[in-house]
């Protein structure tokens, strides 16, 4: 088959910040999962770090790959060993699933004088457009980092392969570049859609609350502007002052935004039933999925809407936007979708949420009945992909 065909050539594998990143969010579930997926149809990946001072790709060291198995990620063992962009017999590509871009990060220009030389090709995965999109959403901090994401996107139209995690962010990229004018070819900008699988068994639904138990609410997510925890708190502490009162809401992820940690903290003061998680590792969030009935994730974007997947594939009904990438998440089943940007909209679906138990176990048997689309299966059309431009 043209996969084993292509598995002889290795590809460079971009880890260097999640190999080093504290947490796991996003980005990092998605090269975690991805390389793993690569390497288990026996593709032979070589983990690569940027070499800050000599300007140039370096092979990721023993600690990195530690660090890069944790939540799942590969097993150290299974990557290839490290040998020199351009002395493989045969095409080479480096393959980038990360965000690689701010001061802090090689530049495109960096990047492509440190492989174009030596015959290696970049492949990219565009995750979003929303550092451009949404920077009015954090003040004049924001400006610096939509610029370097803006020069990021424009670059992006002159390589031979660009994979976009949604069909969204795809018509982002693609919108953005023609607005400034940048020379494109979009047969080279390409829709591959993550996966909705977590690799792993699907766990058993909650069995049915009897009325008036406390239901268990559960939100993941980073804590930062556009993930919008404000509009939720507000929509909780409406429902709580009408006297509903029967739920907890267990809240996971990291306080990356001192204002939205001041949000929590005013409304914990203010008595709501929230218990905040700031991290929680593969076996502590599989705990508190198997305790809980039904997620919400109030996000005003995604670029993909990984916390929505990962809800429907632990059989819980989600409460989410019904635009741009989240929608499609919840297209084929087990969401109820509410214009996230109005609190009162959010209010108004929790409450049915909590009110009506058909409702919730209506969502949970489209939940079980969907299809989910799984790891190996983007990897193998990322593969194909590939190969088509040998």
């Known amino acids: 088959m043209a996969i084993r065909e292509r598995a002889r050539h290795p590809i460079y594998y971009y880890v260097d910040h999640t190999s080093r990143f504290a947490h796991n969010s996003g980005i990092q579930r998605c090269v975690r999962a991805l390389g793993r997926a690569l390497l288990e149809l026996g593709q ?13 790709l370096a092979p990721a060291g023993a600690e990195a790959l530690t660090h890069l198995a944790r939540w ?14 351009g002395s493989n017999n045969g095409p080479e590509w480096l393959l980038i699933v990360e965000l690689v871009s701010g001061p802090h990060n090689p530049s495109s220009e960096q990047l492509r004088a440190a492989t174009e030389p030596l015959g290696v090709q970049l492949a990219w995965l565009f995750h979003d457009a929303i ?3 949404w920077a009015a959403l954090y003040g004049a901090a924001a400006d610096q980092a939509a610029q370097c994401h803006a020069r990021y996107m ?22 953005f570049l023609g607005e400034q004018r940048i020379p494109m070819k979009p047969e080279r900008i390409l829709a591959l859609p993550l996966a909705e699988d977590l690799g792993t068994a699907r766990p058993t639904a909650p069995p049915a609350r009897q009325a008036g138990e406390q239901l268990q609410l559960l939100c993941v997510s980073t ?9 939720l708190f507000k929509a909780l502490a409406w429902l709580h002052s009408q006297g509903l009162t029967h739920w907890q809401l267990q809240l996971v992820g990291w306080g990356a935004d001192g204002q939205v940690m001041q949000q929590l903290e005013r409304a914990l003061s203010r008595g709501l039933p929230i218990l905040w998680h700031g991290r ?23 670029g993909f809407g990984l916390p929505v997947a990962e809800s429907l594939w632990q059989r819980r009904p989600c409460l989410c936007s019904g635009e741009g990438a989240l929608g499609e998440r919840a297209a084929a089943g087990g969401c109820l979708t509410v214009n996230t940007a109005d609190w009162r ?5 929790l409450e049915r949420l909590l009110m009506e138990p058909e409702l919730r176990l209506h969502l949970r048997q489209e939940a079980d009945q969907r299809p989910f689309r799984r790891w190996n299966t983007v990897a193998q059309e990322l593969l194909q992909s590939l190969e088509q431009l040998e």
């Open 44 to 56: 032979p990946l070589i983990p690569v770090v940027w070499d800050r001072e000599h300007q140039q």
């Open 72 to 85: 799942s990620g590969p097993p150290a063992e299974a990557w290839s060993l490290w040998s020199q962009p």
């Open 131 to 133: 550092p451009v999109r």
């Open 154 to 175: 424009a670059a992006l139209a002159g390589y031979e392969r660009v994979f976009c995690n949604s069909h969204t962010t795809r018509e982002h990229l693609l919108s």
């Open 223 to 231: 804590l930062e502007p556009r993930k919008n925890h404000q509009r």
């Open 280 to 302: 929680a590792d593969d076996t502590a969030l599989e705990g508190l999925y198997q305790h809980s009935d039904l997620t919400v994730y109030p996000s005003l974007e995604e």
């Open 345 to 349: 909209a959010i209010a108004a679906g």
